[in-house]
Nanobody, 115 residues
């Protein structure tokens, strides 16, 4: 059974930092491209950051220089390190794992940036 389990969400003040985690099980983690998306009510889910199976990264313009995505093959886990958080970063963050033929989502974790 495939599972992507996110953790690490919560309330943080503007300017603060947070690191989310997505632990994958039931897949061959090394062949999957991984990504983080976020969604706010009434808006489409948007790509925040991605990292390929080979380690290449890409970021939405809105988070460049503030977020860093990484993956740990030994732990089957992908992380976004989120710094200099802004109120507009408030959203439910979703982990995504994609191979050539399969696509999986986590259940989401809420990040609230507020004073």
């Amino acid at each position: 059974q495939v599972q992507l389990v996110e953790s690490g969400g919560g309330l943080v003040q503007p300017g603060g930092s947070l690191r989310l985690s997505c632990a994958a099980s039931g897949i061959i983690f090394s062949i999957y491209d991984m990504a983080w998306y976020r969604q706010v009510p009434g808006k489409q889910r948007e790509l925040v950051a991605s990292i390929t199976s080979g380690g290449s990264t890409d970021y939405a313009d809105s988070v460049k220089a503030r977020f860093t995505i990484s993956r740990d093959g030994a732990k089957n886990t992908v992380y976004p390190q989120m710094n200099s958080l802004k109120p507009e970063d408030t959203a439910v963050y979703y982990c995504n794992g994609r191979s050539a033929i399969l696509n999986f989502w986590g259940q989401g974790t809420l990040v609230t940036v507020s004073s």
